[in-house]
């Protein structure tokens, strides 16, 4: 059983930074793709960015591009979000998953996930 715990959220200025980690135990972290997902209070869980297992192929969500930056640390059994140039609209819990064809926004293509963590942009 592979358990996930995120790190790193907190209250942040709108155009500040924040590091998300995710720390895997429990499974061969290096097979798997990896994802972050977030969710706002009343909004459907959505997609930020994706991981393949090398780390040779990432993937975003069009309304991070360019300010969100996946990578993965297989020795650390870690996988990172860095997020720059944040908004208010990117206030949310925001999630990784995991799994052995976890690539892209399917949310079914993910076995396991964290507990989350909280991210607030204050503008």
């Known amino acids: 059983q592979v358990q996930l715990v995120e790190s790193g959220g907190g209250l942040v200025q709108a155009g500040g930074s924040l590091r998300l980690s995710c720390a895997a135990s429990g499974g061969t972290f290096s097979s798997y793709g990896m994802g972050w997902f977030r969710q706002a209070p009343g909004k459907e869980r959505e997609f930020v960015a994706c991981?393949?297992?090398?780390?040779?192929?990432?993937g975003y969500a069009d309304s991070v591009k360019g300010r969100f930056t996946i990578s993965r640390d297989n020795a650390k059994n870690t996988v990172y979000l860095r997020m720059n140039s944040l908004k208010p609209e990117d206030t949310a819990v925001y999630f990784c998953a995991a799994g052995p064809s976890g690539y892209g926004s399917n949310v079914l293509r993910y076995n396991y996930w964290g507990q989350g963590t909280q991210v607030t942009v204050s503008s």
């Open positions: 991981i393949s297992w090398s780390g040779g192929s990432t």
